[in-house]
Structures are given as C-alpha cells and as structure tokens.
C-alpha cells in the first residue's frame, strides 16, 4: 500500500505514537487514550470522550495496564488527554493548559481529530487494523488481549495475519529459535511453579517469557528468559508477578484470590528461583526493568 493512500495516512499518523516510547521505559498513556476513543468509535459512531468520563475510565486503564506511577490518578489521566493534541490526532473542544485537571473539569470533551475520525467511521475495518497496531505495539500478546477487553474492542482482532499495519522493514525480527531455548534452558518446567505438562513429547501449557518485553529493548538473549506456566507468565506480565533483587518470587498486593486454586500463587512470594545448572539467570538489569516498568504496586510483606 502506497503511503499517500488515505488508509496509510491513517495508520502513519496513529503509529507516530510508538516514538514516545524512549530507553525502554514504559509510556502506554496516549495509546490507551486512542484504544479507549476507538472503542467508543467502534460502539457508538464517534469518539467523543468528555473529561467527566475519561477522568475515571482513562485512570483505571493507565492504572491498570502502565507502570506504577505515584503520580496521582487524575493527573496520569490529564498528562494523554491534552498532550495528545500535539501528534495531531485529538483533539478538545475548548483551549486548556497542558496537563492541568481544573479547567478540565469545567465540561472539557475530547475526541478525534475531524478528518481522522472521518476516515475511521467511513472505514470501519480501519478501526480493527488501528487497535491491532496499536496494541501488538505496546504491549506483549499475554496482555493485549486484556487492553482490548478493557476498551471494549474485540480480542479476536489480534488473530489478523502478517505484521501490524505500519511495521517498518527495519524493525526488530524476533529470533527464530529463542522460545525453544528458553524453555530447554529451564529444563521444559515453569520457573516460578515447576509445573512440567507434556503431550506426545512436546510441552503444554509451558511458554518463555520475556523479563524485558522484546517491544521496549529486550534482548532474544537466554539472560533475558524465563519459562513459565501459561498462568505465570500471565500473571509475569500484567505485573501482578515479579523477581527481587535475589530473583526470589514477589507477589503484587494488587493480586487477590478467595479460592484455595488461586491462593497458591501466595505460596510463590519468596521463593527463590530453581533453575537446572548451568541455566543463564535473568541479568540484573532486565530484573530492574521489570521491577520499574511492569511490576505493579509494591510486593506482599515477607
């Protein structure tokens, strides 16, 4: 597809958002700002999003899907909604300062820029392929889904064939043989559980995880692998898991369960990490990442 085709325009302008991501540090603010206003594109015809709303749903989902910040909810919500302005796809309906919430709540409404979501609501596919791109770009394929639940899109977008829409050629190819490394390295087991499930030769429900996402700088590198348990890595992802500084299990106080099932992974809290000799360890630095980027909260009491 040619760039000047009104469809390559849309997704060059919506991809220029990627640039906010800088030294592997997390900045899902605008994008989820962009899924929240395709969602409500999607369900209603347009993306007008007042302030009144987007104050809460927009804090629940920086809240729930970007790094612990002690910057107040409001704020978090506030910093997107008039910085997105400045990419040239939003836009509000009076002229309010940078970041600041008062004049916010004096009946500000945001929505697509005009032409923008005049192409979205002409092309309704557009708004598939847009959320798609959006959400392989910032976040791994164990959370992506859960960012399309919360907007209210569809999870079954993200079966679409080939590269999200606006991928460069000289983007990161992903190693060939890295994920069965991984999970040979941690002797086919989950590092945080042991679970070891096998068909036919072949492991179930066993994947290798990223302790830095490979979307934000991390390496195809052994040092920068974990297998887990489709649960684990889950739970490692949506920060609600995490590693100390002696790579002994942590557990998020966010993370809550009634039944006996879901209590187990309490008993994960401090225990230190098993691995077969001679397995490359997580290097310290993409622990820290982790710890700073995706682990959310602070980790129950010892």
Known sequence: MSPSTPDAQVFERLSSLRQHQQDGRRSPHKPLLVLLALGRLAATG????????????????????????KTGRAQSAAFPFTRLRSDGVWTLDRDVPMDTVGPLREGVTGRFEASLEAALRNRPELIAEAARGLVESHFPGTVAPDVLVAVGLDPDWLEGSGPARGAS????????????AVIEAWDRQCAFCGFDGAAGGGVV????????????????DLDNGLALCSLHHKLFDRGMLGLDDDLAVVVSRRFSARAPQGRTVYDLHGQRLQPRPGTLLPADRHVAWHREQVFQGVALAG
């Open 46 to 69: 347009t993306s007008r999003l007042p302030w009144s709303e987007a104050e809460q749903e927009l804090a629940d989902l920086i809240e729930e899907f970007g790094p612990t910040s």
């Open 169 to 180: 050629p000289a983007d990161r190819r992903r190693s060939s043989t890295w994920l069965a």
């Open 205 to 220: 429900g066993i994947e290798a995880a990223q302790v830095r996402w490979f979307k934000l700088g991390g390496p195809d």
